[in-house]
Protein backbone atom coordinates (compact mmCIF):
# COMPACT_ATOMS: atom_id res chain seq x y z
CA UNK A 1 0.00 0.00 0.00
CA UNK A 2 1.39 3.12 -1.00
CA UNK A 3 2.24 6.06 2.22
CA UNK A 4 0.23 8.74 0.10
CA UNK A 5 -3.24 6.71 0.33
CA UNK A 6 -5.83 5.99 2.76
CA UNK A 7 -6.84 2.77 3.64
CA UNK A 8 -10.92 1.35 3.35
CA UNK A 9 -11.35 -2.30 4.12
CA UNK A 10 -14.89 -3.39 1.98
CA UNK A 11 -17.98 -5.16 4.06
CA UNK A 12 -20.63 -7.50 2.98
CA UNK A 13 -23.26 -5.75 1.92
CA UNK A 14 -26.65 -5.07 3.36
CA UNK A 15 -29.97 -3.97 2.30
CA UNK A 16 -29.91 -1.56 5.34
CA UNK A 17 -25.94 -0.48 4.67
CA UNK A 18 -26.99 -0.18 1.21
CA UNK A 19 -30.25 1.61 1.36
CA UNK A 20 -29.17 5.54 1.24
CA UNK A 21 -26.93 4.77 -2.09
CA UNK A 22 -29.51 2.53 -4.11
CA UNK A 23 -31.28 -0.57 -4.03
CA UNK A 24 -30.04 -4.48 -3.33
CA UNK A 25 -31.60 -6.77 -6.57
CA UNK A 26 -31.98 -10.15 -4.67
CA UNK A 27 -34.64 -12.27 -3.96
CA UNK A 28 -36.65 -11.74 -1.24
CA UNK A 29 -37.57 -14.35 1.74
CA UNK A 30 -40.58 -14.75 0.11
CA UNK A 31 -42.28 -14.07 -3.70
CA UNK A 32 -44.29 -11.75 -4.22
CA UNK A 33 -46.43 -13.72 -6.38
CA UNK A 34 -46.09 -17.71 -8.48
CA UNK A 35 -46.75 -17.24 -12.12
CA UNK A 36 -46.42 -19.83 -15.78
CA UNK A 37 -48.55 -22.08 -14.23
CA UNK A 38 -46.83 -21.89 -10.57
CA UNK A 39 -43.20 -22.54 -12.10
CA UNK A 40 -41.36 -19.58 -11.48
CA UNK A 41 -41.58 -17.24 -8.52
CA UNK A 42 -41.90 -13.59 -9.47
CA UNK A 43 -40.49 -10.58 -6.68
CA UNK A 44 -41.46 -8.08 -7.96
CA UNK A 45 -40.54 -4.42 -8.50
CA UNK A 46 -36.95 -4.36 -6.37
CA UNK A 47 -35.58 -1.16 -7.23
CA UNK A 48 -36.59 2.19 -8.16
CA UNK A 49 -35.93 2.71 -11.78
CA UNK A 50 -36.15 6.57 -11.87
CA UNK A 51 -34.81 8.90 -15.32
CA UNK A 52 -35.35 12.45 -16.27
CA UNK A 53 -37.57 13.64 -19.01
CA UNK A 54 -35.15 13.43 -22.36
CA UNK A 55 -33.70 10.29 -21.46
CA UNK A 56 -35.74 6.27 -22.32
CA UNK A 57 -34.64 3.02 -20.13
CA UNK A 58 -31.97 1.38 -21.78
CA UNK A 59 -30.54 -2.38 -21.63
CA UNK A 60 -26.75 -2.76 -21.96
CA UNK A 61 -24.50 -5.49 -21.68
CA UNK A 62 -21.26 -4.84 -19.55
CA UNK A 63 -17.74 -6.98 -20.12
CA UNK A 64 -15.33 -5.51 -17.14
CA UNK A 65 -11.93 -6.73 -16.88
CA UNK A 66 -11.36 -8.40 -13.06
CA UNK A 67 -9.64 -5.90 -10.75
CA UNK A 68 -7.74 -7.81 -7.62
CA UNK A 69 -7.97 -6.78 -4.03
CA UNK A 70 -6.07 -4.37 -2.80
CA UNK A 71 -8.02 -2.10 -5.21
CA UNK A 72 -6.48 1.82 -5.86
CA UNK A 73 -9.95 3.64 -6.17
CA UNK A 74 -8.72 7.07 -7.59
CA UNK A 75 -12.08 8.26 -8.75
CA UNK A 76 -16.01 8.03 -8.67
CA UNK A 77 -18.38 9.23 -11.21
CA UNK A 78 -22.04 9.81 -10.81
CA UNK A 79 -24.97 10.31 -13.03
CA UNK A 80 -27.49 13.05 -12.11
CA UNK A 81 -30.23 12.11 -14.49
CA UNK A 82 -30.81 8.56 -13.83
CA UNK A 83 -30.52 5.55 -11.86
CA UNK A 84 -28.34 2.73 -12.86
CA UNK A 85 -28.79 -0.96 -12.17
CA UNK A 86 -25.99 -3.55 -12.65
CA UNK A 87 -26.80 -7.60 -12.82
CA UNK A 88 -24.00 -10.08 -12.51
CA UNK A 89 -24.34 -12.78 -15.71
CA UNK A 90 -22.61 -15.36 -13.66
CA UNK A 91 -22.74 -16.33 -9.75
CA UNK A 92 -19.49 -14.28 -8.80
CA UNK A 93 -19.76 -11.22 -6.17
CA UNK A 94 -17.96 -8.11 -7.31
CA UNK A 95 -16.76 -4.90 -5.41
CA UNK A 96 -19.27 -1.95 -5.03
CA UNK A 97 -17.99 1.70 -3.75
CA UNK A 98 -20.58 4.45 -3.11
CA UNK A 99 -19.61 7.42 -0.98
CA UNK A 100 -22.23 10.52 0.18
CA UNK A 101 -22.44 13.74 -1.66
CA UNK A 102 -20.41 16.40 0.61
CA UNK A 103 -20.57 19.84 -1.58
CA UNK A 104 -21.04 18.39 -4.78
CA UNK A 105 -17.70 16.07 -4.32
CA UNK A 106 -17.83 12.20 -3.13
CA UNK A 107 -17.06 12.07 0.99
CA UNK A 108 -15.01 8.88 2.36
CA UNK A 109 -15.93 6.27 0.11
CA UNK A 110 -17.21 2.75 1.52
CA UNK A 111 -16.79 -0.63 0.01
CA UNK A 112 -19.47 -3.43 -0.17
CA UNK A 113 -18.86 -7.32 -1.54
CA UNK A 114 -21.59 -8.33 -2.79
CA UNK A 115 -22.96 -11.80 -2.80
CA UNK A 116 -23.66 -14.20 -5.33
CA UNK A 117 -27.07 -13.64 -7.17
CA UNK A 118 -27.23 -10.16 -6.05
CA UNK A 119 -27.05 -7.33 -8.41
CA UNK A 120 -27.64 -3.27 -7.60
CA UNK A 121 -29.16 -0.28 -8.25
CA UNK A 122 -27.60 3.27 -7.65
CA UNK A 123 -30.34 5.58 -7.04
CA UNK A 124 -29.80 8.77 -9.41
CA UNK A 125 -26.81 11.01 -8.50
CA UNK A 126 -25.01 8.65 -6.08
CA UNK A 127 -21.57 9.13 -6.23
CA UNK A 128 -19.83 5.54 -7.05
CA UNK A 129 -16.85 3.50 -8.40
CA UNK A 130 -16.46 1.95 -11.84
CA UNK A 131 -17.91 -1.30 -12.13
CA UNK A 132 -15.47 -3.93 -10.26
CA UNK A 133 -15.54 -7.56 -11.13
CA UNK A 134 -12.87 -9.57 -8.87
CA UNK A 135 -13.45 -12.43 -11.20
CA UNK A 136 -13.60 -12.85 -14.96
CA UNK A 137 -15.98 -13.16 -16.76
CA UNK A 138 -17.10 -9.34 -15.72
CA UNK A 139 -20.02 -9.50 -18.00
CA UNK A 140 -23.30 -7.73 -16.45
CA UNK A 141 -26.42 -6.20 -17.62
CA UNK A 142 -27.18 -2.48 -16.76
CA UNK A 143 -30.21 -0.81 -16.97
CA UNK A 144 -29.85 2.91 -17.14
CA UNK A 145 -30.76 6.07 -18.84
CA UNK A 146 -30.42 6.37 -22.33
CA UNK A 147 -30.04 9.83 -24.32
CA UNK A 148 -27.96 11.97 -26.36
CA UNK A 149 -27.02 14.81 -23.21
CA UNK A 150 -24.37 14.11 -20.74
CA UNK A 151 -25.53 12.55 -17.89
CA UNK A 152 -21.90 11.45 -16.32
CA UNK A 153 -20.08 13.35 -13.83
CA UNK A 154 -16.32 12.34 -12.70
CA UNK A 155 -14.14 13.18 -9.47
CA UNK A 156 -10.43 12.53 -9.09
CA UNK A 157 -9.24 12.10 -5.68
CA UNK A 158 -6.03 14.15 -4.32
CA UNK A 159 -4.87 10.88 -2.63
CA UNK A 160 -6.01 7.84 -3.53
CA UNK A 161 -7.82 5.09 -1.28
CA UNK A 162 -6.51 1.38 -1.26
CA UNK A 163 -9.84 -0.48 -0.84
CA UNK A 164 -8.79 -3.78 1.41
Known amino acids: ?23 LLQLK ?9 DMCERHHNLADIDFEVGGKPGISLFNA ?7 KLEMMERHPKGSQAFIPMYEQPFLVIVAE ?15 VHM ?13 TPLKAPGIFAVIDRIASDKNLEEYWFSTSYIIT
Not at 101 to 115: E, K, M, R, S
Open 1 to 23: MANDAHSISHIEITAELFKPFGD
Open 29 to 37: DTADMLINQ
Open 65 to 71: KPRSLPY
Open 101 to 115: DNGGVPDTPVAFLTQ
Open 119 to 131: GINFHKNTWHGVL
